[in-house]
């Protein structure tokens, strides 16, 4: 009876144990705050702004002002409803983008590393030969072609690319978990396989998933800017990406208007940048040895 009791708190002590650190990483507080504070003034924002991005509300290239916070474009759009719009945008593409690039490498790396045979053979052909191509040259070709682009459309482009490091690597680690003991006796008990991936492999990757999601949100918001930065956007929306690319196509550098490339710019910056000092915060949680006490 006390080994149950044991088995059934250990989890929750860890998880108890991980959340009590993170609370007080510096770098995962810091991190969080940043991307919580943009993701939260892209949600909200839009509902207390009267005007549409677009819309033509005040003076052309007027400098920022208590008016206008951020100033106007070259055609007198405010920049700051434009930039809110935006964040909203770049945070779904990350979202549904990472999201795709998460199920489709979770589902080809556990299906490969724990069935293993001919399944592993091809499924890890296929991981090889989506890792190889050049994957922002396939999304630009891609992109090109589509009649309609549209914010969901860019995001499952980026999401069907973006996949295969992260199979090969919970290939790799289900390949070492599916011998332990544990998952054997898991498998003497009849469970299905899918039970035994969900309930005894993936609580012990859980730790490395966690960083693997994040790193792939902020890498479909990269991507998503990259392809609108090159005129490859949305058709019918606003995203930081394409803030920079209209601002640059109408001189905005050589013109002085800073207000307009700065902020999109930034606020990429600091979403990337906070994203990656939180993992590198979560790595030092999950490893006792990186831990700054």
Do not use: C
Not at 56 to 72: C, L, Q
Not at 78 to 85: K, P
Not at 245 to 274: D, E, N, R
Not at 284 to 291: A, G, H, I, M
């Amino acid at each position: 009876m006390s080994a149950e009791v044991v088995l059934q708190t250990e989890p929750v002590g860890r998880r108890g144990e991980h959340l009590y650190f993170a609370l007080r990483n510096p770098k995962v507080a810091g991190g969080l705050a940043v991307v919580l504070a943009l993701l939260l003034l892209g949600l909200i924002g839009p509902f207390f702004l009267s005007d549409s991005p677009n819309e033509y509300v005040g003076p052309k290239s007027e400098a920022p002002s208590g008016a206008h916070w951020f100033g106007t474009t070259y055609f007198g759009q405010d920049v700051f409803t434009q930039f809110v719009h935006g964040l909203r945008s770049s945070y779904l593409v990350g979202t549904l983008g990472g999201g795709i690039a998460f199920v489709i490498g979770l589902a080809v790396g556990f299906t490969a590393g724990y069935r293993g045979g001919l399944v592993d053979e091809v499924l890890n052909m296929v991981t090889n030969v989506v890792l190889v191509l050049p994957a922002l040259a396939v999304l630009i070709v891609i992109s090109s072609y589509l009649e309609v682009r549209g914010v969901v459309a860019q995001a499952v482009i980026i999401g069907v690319f973006s996949w295969p490091w992260v199979a090969r690597a919970v290939r790799a680690q289900t390949f070492t978990l599916a011998n332990r003991d544990y998952v054997d006796l898991a498998r003497l008990t009849g469970k299905r396989s899918w039970r035994i991936i969900v309930h005894e492999i993936m609580p012990n990757m859980a730790s490395y998933l966690l960083m693997s999601m994040i790193l792939l949100f902020g890498g479909a918001i990269l991507f998503a800017a990259m392809l609108d930065f090159i005129g490859l956007g949305p058709a019918n929306a606003v995203s930081l990406g394409t803030m920079m690319q209209q601002s640059m196509a109408w001189s905005s550098l050589h013109l002085g208007m800073w207000w307009w490339f700065v902020p999109p710019g930034l606020a990429i910056t600091l979403i990337v940048g906070a994203l990656y000092i939180t993992n590198v915060g979560l790595d030092e949680v999950f490893n006792p040895k990186l831990r700054e006490m």
